[in-house]
Protein backbone atom coordinates (compact mmCIF):
# COMPACT_ATOMS: atom_id res chain seq x y z
CA UNK A 1 0.00 0.00 0.00
CA UNK A 2 2.89 2.13 1.13
CA UNK A 3 4.38 1.54 -2.82
CA UNK A 4 1.27 2.33 -4.45
CA UNK A 5 0.24 5.36 -2.11
CA UNK A 6 4.21 6.51 -3.50
CA UNK A 7 3.71 5.94 -7.41
CA UNK A 8 0.14 7.83 -6.92
CA UNK A 9 2.12 10.69 -5.20
CA UNK A 10 5.42 10.51 -8.12
CA UNK A 11 2.30 10.23 -11.01
CA UNK A 12 0.55 13.16 -9.17
CA UNK A 13 3.92 15.39 -8.78
CA UNK A 14 5.26 14.71 -12.57
CA UNK A 15 1.55 15.52 -13.76
CA UNK A 16 1.66 18.96 -11.91
CA UNK A 17 4.91 20.20 -12.88
CA UNK A 18 3.91 19.48 -16.17
CA UNK A 19 1.12 21.01 -16.38
CA UNK A 20 0.81 23.94 -19.06
CA UNK A 21 -0.58 27.36 -17.57
CA UNK A 22 -3.63 28.29 -18.87
CA UNK A 23 -5.87 31.19 -19.12
CA UNK A 24 -7.53 33.57 -21.61
CA UNK A 25 -6.67 36.81 -23.68
CA UNK A 26 -8.66 39.80 -25.61
CA UNK A 27 -7.55 41.75 -27.72
CA UNK A 28 -9.43 44.71 -28.47
CA UNK A 29 -9.40 48.08 -30.60
CA UNK A 30 -10.01 50.39 -28.70
CA UNK A 31 -10.49 53.55 -31.25
CA UNK A 32 -8.22 53.85 -34.80
CA UNK A 33 -4.50 53.71 -33.33
CA UNK A 34 -4.91 52.23 -29.88
CA UNK A 35 -5.19 48.77 -28.79
CA UNK A 36 -5.81 46.42 -25.54
CA UNK A 37 -3.75 43.18 -25.06
CA UNK A 38 -5.30 41.43 -21.41
CA UNK A 39 -4.01 38.28 -20.27
CA UNK A 40 -5.72 36.74 -17.83
CA UNK A 41 -4.37 33.35 -16.02
CA UNK A 42 -6.07 30.25 -14.27
CA UNK A 43 -3.15 30.73 -11.67
CA UNK A 44 -0.89 33.55 -10.61
CA UNK A 45 2.44 33.98 -11.98
CA UNK A 46 5.52 36.37 -11.29
CA UNK A 47 6.28 38.06 -14.65
CA UNK A 48 4.78 37.63 -18.31
CA UNK A 49 7.72 37.91 -21.06
CA UNK A 50 7.54 39.00 -24.54
CA UNK A 51 9.89 37.11 -26.38
CA UNK A 52 9.62 38.17 -30.22
CA UNK A 53 12.68 40.65 -30.86
CA UNK A 54 10.93 44.18 -32.45
CA UNK A 55 13.19 47.08 -32.98
CA UNK A 56 11.38 50.16 -31.18
CA UNK A 57 7.74 49.31 -31.01
CA UNK A 58 7.32 48.19 -27.26
CA UNK A 59 9.66 51.37 -25.77
CA UNK A 60 7.56 53.57 -27.60
CA UNK A 61 3.99 52.53 -28.27
CA UNK A 62 3.63 50.05 -25.24
CA UNK A 63 2.26 50.91 -21.91
CA UNK A 64 0.97 48.75 -18.93
CA UNK A 65 -2.83 49.13 -18.49
CA UNK A 66 -2.25 49.22 -14.62
CA UNK A 67 -0.19 51.56 -12.60
CA UNK A 68 0.94 49.17 -10.25
CA UNK A 69 2.56 47.24 -13.17
CA UNK A 70 6.04 47.81 -14.83
CA UNK A 71 6.78 47.05 -18.51
CA UNK A 72 10.92 46.58 -19.02
CA UNK A 73 11.86 46.29 -22.53
CA UNK A 74 15.19 44.56 -22.92
CA UNK A 75 17.76 46.24 -25.97
CA UNK A 76 16.75 43.57 -28.65
CA UNK A 77 13.39 44.68 -28.39
CA UNK A 78 11.99 42.20 -26.44
CA UNK A 79 10.14 42.91 -22.83
CA UNK A 80 8.29 42.04 -19.27
CA UNK A 81 5.95 42.86 -17.59
CA UNK A 82 6.10 42.30 -13.40
CA UNK A 83 4.30 43.88 -10.68
CA UNK A 84 6.43 47.16 -9.37
CA UNK A 85 6.22 45.50 -5.44
CA UNK A 86 7.16 42.34 -6.64
CA UNK A 87 3.43 40.21 -6.23
CA UNK A 88 2.35 37.67 -8.41
CA UNK A 89 -1.22 38.41 -10.43
CA UNK A 90 -3.22 36.75 -12.62
CA UNK A 91 -4.29 39.38 -14.88
CA UNK A 92 -2.36 41.93 -16.61
CA UNK A 93 -1.91 43.56 -19.42
CA UNK A 94 -0.43 46.75 -22.14
CA UNK A 95 -2.53 49.24 -24.00
CA UNK A 96 -0.58 49.80 -28.00
CA UNK A 97 -0.66 52.38 -30.14
CA UNK A 98 -0.36 51.58 -33.85
CA UNK A 99 3.09 51.08 -34.91
CA UNK A 100 3.87 51.09 -38.74
CA UNK A 101 7.62 51.27 -39.13
CA UNK A 102 8.72 48.58 -41.66
CA UNK A 103 11.03 46.69 -39.70
CA UNK A 104 14.04 44.96 -40.62
CA UNK A 105 13.49 41.18 -41.23
CA UNK A 106 10.81 41.16 -39.40
CA UNK A 107 6.65 41.10 -39.66
CA UNK A 108 4.78 43.96 -39.82
CA UNK A 109 3.32 44.98 -36.46
CA UNK A 110 0.04 47.34 -38.34
CA UNK A 111 -0.36 46.95 -41.64
CA UNK A 112 -2.89 49.99 -42.34
CA UNK A 113 -5.33 50.11 -44.65
CA UNK A 114 -6.98 53.47 -46.55
CA UNK A 115 -10.36 52.93 -45.24
CA UNK A 116 -9.63 52.68 -41.74
CA UNK A 117 -8.91 48.97 -42.10
CA UNK A 118 -5.66 47.20 -39.76
CA UNK A 119 -3.60 44.44 -40.28
CA UNK A 120 -2.25 43.19 -36.74
CA UNK A 121 0.69 40.76 -36.27
CA UNK A 122 0.03 38.45 -33.06
CA UNK A 123 3.37 36.71 -32.57
CA UNK A 124 4.65 40.02 -31.12
CA UNK A 125 1.92 39.33 -28.17
CA UNK A 126 2.95 35.76 -27.28
CA UNK A 127 5.62 34.75 -25.05
CA UNK A 128 6.65 32.71 -21.64
CA UNK A 129 5.45 33.39 -18.20
CA UNK A 130 7.89 33.24 -15.14
CA UNK A 131 6.15 30.45 -12.35
CA UNK A 132 7.97 28.76 -9.69
CA UNK A 133 11.98 29.97 -10.95
CA UNK A 134 11.17 28.99 -14.36
CA UNK A 135 10.19 30.08 -17.88
CA UNK A 136 6.87 28.40 -19.09
CA UNK A 137 4.81 28.07 -21.72
CA UNK A 138 1.63 29.22 -21.62
CA UNK A 139 -1.73 28.54 -23.68
CA UNK A 140 -4.75 30.62 -23.53
CA UNK A 141 -8.08 30.78 -25.34
CA UNK A 142 -8.70 33.96 -27.05
CA UNK A 143 -10.93 36.46 -28.66
CA UNK A 144 -10.60 39.54 -31.05
CA UNK A 145 -12.53 42.62 -30.98
CA UNK A 146 -12.98 45.44 -33.50
CA UNK A 147 -14.53 48.30 -33.34
CA UNK A 148 -18.00 48.91 -33.82
CA UNK A 149 -19.16 47.78 -37.49
CA UNK A 150 -15.79 45.99 -38.02
CA UNK A 151 -15.28 42.37 -39.22
CA UNK A 152 -12.10 40.46 -37.81
CA UNK A 153 -11.25 37.70 -39.98
CA UNK A 154 -7.76 35.67 -38.95
CA UNK A 155 -6.74 31.99 -39.49
CA UNK A 156 -7.72 30.87 -35.99
CA UNK A 157 -10.07 33.19 -33.78
CA UNK A 158 -9.34 31.37 -30.92
CA UNK A 159 -5.92 31.20 -30.74
CA UNK A 160 -3.09 33.88 -29.71
CA UNK A 161 -0.62 32.51 -32.11
CA UNK A 162 1.27 33.85 -34.85
CA UNK A 163 -1.29 35.36 -36.92
CA UNK A 164 -1.92 37.99 -38.85
CA UNK A 165 -5.32 39.28 -37.20
CA UNK A 166 -7.36 41.80 -39.92
CA UNK A 167 -10.13 44.26 -38.33
CA UNK A 168 -11.95 46.50 -40.92
CA UNK A 169 -15.00 46.64 -42.83
CA UNK A 170 -13.68 45.40 -46.14
CA UNK A 171 -15.63 43.13 -47.97
CA UNK A 172 -14.11 39.11 -48.58
CA UNK A 173 -13.22 38.08 -52.04
CA UNK A 174 -13.40 34.21 -51.63
CA UNK A 175 -12.36 31.82 -54.51
CA UNK A 176 -11.65 27.96 -53.89
CA UNK A 177 -8.01 29.01 -53.22
CA UNK A 178 -7.68 31.70 -51.35
CA UNK A 179 -9.75 34.42 -48.79
CA UNK A 180 -8.49 37.73 -50.06
CA UNK A 181 -9.13 41.17 -48.23
CA UNK A 182 -7.81 44.33 -50.65
CA UNK A 183 -6.95 47.79 -49.75
CA UNK A 184 -9.19 49.98 -52.40
CA UNK A 185 -6.32 51.97 -52.51
CA UNK A 186 -4.13 49.23 -53.61
CA UNK A 187 -2.54 50.56 -57.41
CA UNK A 188 -4.10 48.14 -60.06
CA UNK A 189 -1.27 46.56 -61.36
CA UNK A 190 -0.09 45.54 -57.94
CA UNK A 191 -3.15 44.35 -57.33
CA UNK A 192 -3.79 42.61 -60.63
CA UNK A 193 0.05 41.11 -60.89
CA UNK A 194 -0.69 39.39 -57.46
CA UNK A 195 -4.16 38.32 -57.67
CA UNK A 196 -3.24 36.76 -61.16
CA UNK A 197 -0.10 35.29 -60.15
CA UNK A 198 -1.03 33.34 -56.99
CA UNK A 199 -3.56 30.78 -58.65
CA UNK A 200 -1.13 30.46 -61.59
CA UNK A 201 1.53 29.44 -59.47
CA UNK A 202 -0.93 27.20 -57.06
CA UNK A 203 -1.31 25.68 -60.10
CA UNK A 204 2.29 25.14 -61.18
CA UNK A 205 3.00 23.70 -57.49
CA UNK A 206 0.29 21.64 -58.29
CA UNK A 207 1.48 20.33 -61.55
CA UNK A 208 5.47 19.49 -60.39
CA UNK A 209 5.45 18.92 -57.21
CA UNK A 210 1.89 17.44 -56.27
CA UNK A 211 1.00 20.05 -53.57
CA UNK A 212 -2.46 21.12 -52.69
CA UNK A 213 -2.67 23.45 -49.72
CA UNK A 214 -5.00 22.05 -46.95
CA UNK A 215 -6.85 24.81 -46.24
CA UNK A 216 -7.78 28.02 -48.58
CA UNK A 217 -4.92 30.82 -47.64
CA UNK A 218 -6.02 33.81 -46.55
CA UNK A 219 -4.53 37.15 -48.29
CA UNK A 220 -4.66 40.85 -47.35
CA UNK A 221 -3.38 43.99 -49.16
CA UNK A 222 -2.59 47.34 -47.55
CA UNK A 223 -1.90 50.28 -48.68
CA UNK A 224 -2.91 52.76 -46.06
CA UNK A 225 0.34 54.98 -46.19
CA UNK A 226 1.31 54.24 -49.96
CA UNK A 227 0.14 58.20 -50.60
CA UNK A 228 0.80 59.36 -46.73
CA UNK A 229 4.17 58.75 -46.13
CA UNK A 230 7.92 59.24 -48.60
CA UNK A 231 10.21 56.74 -49.92
CA UNK A 232 8.99 53.24 -51.27
CA UNK A 233 8.32 50.36 -49.27
CA UNK A 234 6.73 46.65 -50.56
CA UNK A 235 6.83 44.11 -47.93
CA UNK A 236 5.63 40.56 -48.19
CA UNK A 237 5.16 38.43 -44.74
CA UNK A 238 4.11 34.54 -44.78
CA UNK A 239 2.93 32.97 -42.23
CA UNK A 240 0.84 29.77 -42.18
CA UNK A 241 -1.84 29.97 -44.13
CA UNK A 242 -1.70 33.79 -44.36
CA UNK A 243 -0.02 36.08 -46.78
CA UNK A 244 -0.10 40.10 -46.21
CA UNK A 245 1.40 42.34 -48.62
CA UNK A 246 2.06 45.89 -47.42
CA UNK A 247 3.03 48.94 -49.46
CA UNK A 248 3.86 52.36 -47.95
CA UNK A 249 5.47 55.36 -49.86
CA UNK A 250 4.20 57.18 -52.47
CA UNK A 251 7.13 55.40 -55.04
CA UNK A 252 5.83 51.90 -54.18
CA UNK A 253 2.88 52.29 -56.76
CA UNK A 254 5.50 52.89 -59.49
CA UNK A 255 7.54 49.13 -59.18
CA UNK A 256 4.22 48.75 -60.58
CA UNK A 257 4.57 50.11 -63.71
CA UNK A 258 7.87 50.23 -63.67
CA UNK A 259 8.44 46.60 -63.39
CA UNK A 260 5.71 44.55 -64.68
CA UNK A 261 7.14 41.28 -63.06
CA UNK A 262 7.54 42.37 -59.79
CA UNK A 263 4.40 41.94 -57.67
CA UNK A 264 3.80 38.99 -59.50
CA UNK A 265 7.10 37.37 -58.67
CA UNK A 266 7.05 38.73 -55.13
CA UNK A 267 3.56 36.82 -54.85
CA UNK A 268 5.12 34.25 -56.12
CA UNK A 269 8.33 34.24 -53.60
CA UNK A 270 5.46 34.57 -50.71
CA UNK A 271 3.43 31.79 -52.11
CA UNK A 272 6.02 29.74 -52.46
CA UNK A 273 7.29 29.86 -48.59
CA UNK A 274 3.60 28.83 -47.63
CA UNK A 275 4.71 25.55 -49.69
CA UNK A 276 7.90 25.17 -48.05
CA UNK A 277 6.25 25.41 -44.43
CA UNK A 278 3.76 22.84 -45.35
CA UNK A 279 6.23 20.08 -46.74
CA UNK A 280 9.34 21.09 -44.52
CA UNK A 281 7.30 21.37 -41.26
CA UNK A 282 8.44 25.44 -40.92
CA UNK A 283 12.08 23.52 -40.37
CA UNK A 284 13.30 25.10 -44.29
CA UNK A 285 16.29 27.48 -43.79
CA UNK A 286 16.09 27.33 -39.65
CA UNK A 287 19.85 26.96 -40.06
CA UNK A 288 20.67 29.11 -42.86
CA UNK A 289 18.36 31.79 -44.37
CA UNK A 290 19.63 31.26 -47.66
CA UNK A 291 18.01 27.84 -48.03
CA UNK A 292 14.30 28.93 -48.16
CA UNK A 293 14.62 32.76 -49.25
CA UNK A 294 17.21 31.85 -52.21
CA UNK A 295 15.12 28.59 -52.93
CA UNK A 296 11.55 30.92 -52.94
CA UNK A 297 13.46 33.43 -55.48
CA UNK A 298 15.18 31.02 -57.90
CA UNK A 299 11.80 28.95 -58.21
CA UNK A 300 9.52 32.27 -58.44
CA UNK A 301 11.98 33.39 -61.18
CA UNK A 302 11.38 30.04 -63.16
CA UNK A 303 7.63 30.23 -62.73
CA UNK A 304 7.26 33.87 -63.57
CA UNK A 305 9.15 32.99 -66.78
CA UNK A 306 6.82 29.81 -67.27
CA UNK A 307 3.81 31.16 -66.68
CA UNK A 308 3.92 34.26 -69.08
CA UNK A 309 4.14 36.75 -66.07
CA UNK A 310 7.81 37.53 -66.78
CA UNK A 311 9.62 38.32 -69.85
CA UNK A 312 12.68 36.55 -71.58
CA UNK A 313 14.20 39.75 -71.09
CA UNK A 314 13.11 40.09 -67.74
CA UNK A 315 14.07 36.62 -66.98
CA UNK A 316 17.59 36.56 -68.10
CA UNK A 317 17.68 40.12 -66.35
CA UNK A 318 16.42 38.64 -62.41
CA UNK A 319 19.28 36.01 -62.75
CA UNK A 320 21.93 38.70 -63.91
CA UNK A 321 21.54 40.89 -61.27
CA UNK A 322 21.47 37.69 -58.71
CA UNK A 323 24.85 36.93 -59.92
CA UNK A 324 26.28 40.30 -60.25
CA UNK A 325 24.65 41.57 -56.75
CA UNK A 326 26.14 37.55 -55.23
CA UNK A 327 29.57 38.55 -56.40
CA UNK A 328 29.82 42.12 -54.81
CA UNK A 329 28.36 40.65 -51.20
CA UNK A 330 30.74 37.81 -50.86
CA UNK A 331 33.60 40.05 -51.04
CA UNK A 332 32.40 41.87 -48.13
CA UNK A 333 30.63 38.53 -46.21
CA UNK A 334 29.40 35.37 -46.19
CA UNK A 335 26.25 33.83 -47.36
CA UNK A 336 26.15 32.05 -43.59
CA UNK A 337 27.22 35.18 -41.70
CA UNK A 338 25.18 38.45 -43.77
CA UNK A 339 22.10 37.75 -41.73
CA UNK A 340 23.65 38.45 -38.54
CA UNK A 341 25.10 41.80 -39.40
CA UNK A 342 21.92 42.85 -41.10
CA UNK A 343 22.92 41.99 -44.77
CA UNK A 344 19.86 40.25 -45.34
CA UNK A 345 19.65 40.29 -49.55
CA UNK A 346 22.63 38.66 -49.38
CA UNK A 347 20.62 35.32 -48.39
CA UNK A 348 18.49 35.71 -51.36
CA UNK A 349 20.39 36.74 -54.51
CA UNK A 350 23.18 34.22 -53.20
CA UNK A 351 20.80 31.59 -52.42
CA UNK A 352 18.87 32.09 -55.59
CA UNK A 353 22.43 31.70 -57.14
CA UNK A 354 23.22 28.80 -55.69
CA UNK A 355 20.29 27.03 -56.92
CA UNK A 356 20.78 28.23 -60.25
CA UNK A 357 24.09 26.40 -60.12
CA UNK A 358 22.81 23.06 -58.83
CA UNK A 359 20.12 23.42 -61.88
CA UNK A 360 22.30 24.47 -64.26
CA UNK A 361 24.83 21.03 -63.68
CA UNK A 362 21.50 18.72 -63.69
CA UNK A 363 20.37 19.89 -66.47
CA UNK A 364 22.72 22.66 -68.87
CA UNK A 365 20.59 23.28 -72.03
CA UNK A 366 17.83 24.24 -69.09
CA UNK A 367 18.95 25.39 -65.81
CA UNK A 368 14.86 25.92 -64.93
CA UNK A 369 14.17 22.60 -65.09
CA UNK A 370 17.57 21.42 -63.04
CA UNK A 371 16.14 23.80 -60.61
CA UNK A 372 12.88 22.33 -60.48
CA UNK A 373 14.05 18.25 -60.75
CA UNK A 374 16.42 19.48 -57.71
CA UNK A 375 13.93 20.62 -55.04
CA UNK A 376 11.32 17.62 -56.21
CA UNK A 377 13.68 14.96 -54.62
CA UNK A 378 14.09 17.57 -51.81
CA UNK A 379 10.07 17.17 -51.59
CA UNK A 380 10.30 13.47 -52.04
CA UNK A 381 12.18 12.94 -48.57
CA UNK A 382 10.40 10.84 -46.50
CA UNK A 383 8.59 12.42 -42.82
CA UNK A 384 10.80 11.03 -40.81
CA UNK A 385 14.03 12.35 -42.69
CA UNK A 386 12.16 15.54 -43.01
CA UNK A 387 11.61 16.13 -39.58
CA UNK A 388 15.05 14.90 -38.29
CA UNK A 389 17.29 16.80 -40.58
CA UNK A 390 18.58 19.92 -40.84
CA UNK A 391 18.25 21.91 -44.21
CA UNK A 392 21.32 22.77 -45.33
CA UNK A 393 22.11 18.65 -44.63
CA UNK A 394 19.19 17.30 -46.69
CA UNK A 395 20.31 19.86 -49.47
CA UNK A 396 23.62 17.96 -49.46
CA UNK A 397 21.73 14.49 -49.12
CA UNK A 398 20.15 15.65 -52.10
CA UNK A 399 22.37 16.81 -53.92
CA UNK A 400 23.92 13.27 -53.37
CA UNK A 401 21.21 11.81 -54.27
CA UNK A 402 20.68 13.35 -57.98
CA UNK A 403 24.52 12.03 -58.71
CA UNK A 404 27.17 15.13 -56.99
CA UNK A 405 29.92 13.54 -55.38
CA UNK A 406 31.53 14.59 -52.10
CA UNK A 407 34.19 17.41 -53.88
CA UNK A 408 31.17 18.94 -55.42
CA UNK A 409 29.13 18.72 -52.34
CA UNK A 410 32.05 20.02 -50.50
CA UNK A 411 32.87 23.14 -52.94
CA UNK A 412 29.28 24.31 -52.18
CA UNK A 413 29.59 24.56 -48.52
CA UNK A 414 32.70 26.20 -48.64
CA UNK A 415 30.95 28.44 -51.13
CA UNK A 416 28.59 28.92 -48.64
CA UNK A 417 30.38 29.50 -45.64
CA UNK A 418 33.17 31.72 -46.59
CA UNK A 419 33.82 35.38 -48.06
CA UNK A 420 35.72 35.74 -51.17
CA UNK A 421 38.34 37.65 -52.25
CA UNK A 422 37.10 37.91 -55.78
CA UNK A 423 33.34 37.10 -55.78
CA UNK A 424 33.13 36.72 -59.39
CA UNK A 425 36.07 33.96 -59.96
CA UNK A 426 34.38 31.78 -57.31
CA UNK A 427 30.68 31.54 -58.53
CA UNK A 428 33.14 30.26 -62.01
CA UNK A 429 34.97 28.20 -59.97
CA UNK A 430 32.08 26.66 -58.28
CA UNK A 431 29.91 26.44 -61.72
CA UNK A 432 33.14 24.48 -63.23
CA UNK A 433 33.45 21.94 -60.56
CA UNK A 434 29.45 21.35 -60.19
CA UNK A 435 29.09 21.20 -64.20
CA UNK A 436 31.78 18.55 -63.92
CA UNK A 437 30.64 15.07 -62.72
CA UNK A 438 34.32 14.11 -62.47
CA UNK A 439 35.31 17.05 -61.33
CA UNK A 440 39.19 17.92 -61.36
CA UNK A 441 40.82 18.50 -58.56
CA UNK A 442 40.98 22.31 -57.36
CA UNK A 443 44.20 24.03 -57.13
CA UNK A 444 44.98 26.34 -54.50
CA UNK A 445 44.51 28.99 -57.16
CA UNK A 446 40.85 27.93 -58.20
CA UNK A 447 39.70 27.50 -54.56
CA UNK A 448 37.43 30.00 -53.38
CA UNK A 449 39.37 32.53 -51.46
CA UNK A 450 38.50 33.10 -47.73
Given amino acids: MRQLLGLVLCTLFAQSAFAEITGRFTFERLEADVWRAKYCFDEPVDALRFERPVDGMRATHWRPLLPEFELTVEEDGSANITHRDGAAFTCTGVEVDSFTEVPVKNYMAFSKFSDGGMSVYMGYYTGTVFKDDEWQEYKVSASYRGM?????????????????????????????????????????????????????????????????????????????????????????????????????????????????????????????????QEVWLDQLGNDAAWMHEGAADALAFELMYRTGAATKEQYKAQWQKAETRCADFIRETSMVRA???????????????????????????????????????????????????????????????????????????????????????????????????VPEAMTATEAPAP
Avoid at 241 to 259: D, M, P, R
Avoid at 348 to 353: F, N, P, S
Avoid at 385 to 398: A, D, G, M, P, R
Avoid at 422 to 436: A, E, N, T, W
Fill in 148 to 276: EGERVITRDLRALDHQFVYFGKQDVVETKDAITVVDPAMPEAARNGIEQSLPEVGRMLSRMFHYTPREPYQVFMAAGELLTTEGSHTKGGTLKNQILFTLKGKKAAEWAIKSTDFYPTLAAHELLHLWQ
Fill in 339 to 437: PDEGKFEVVYRCGALVNRLVGEALSPADPGEGIFQFWQAMAAWDAVTIKETQSVELFKKTMEKLGFNNQQIIALGRFTGEQHADGQVSIDVLRKVLKSR
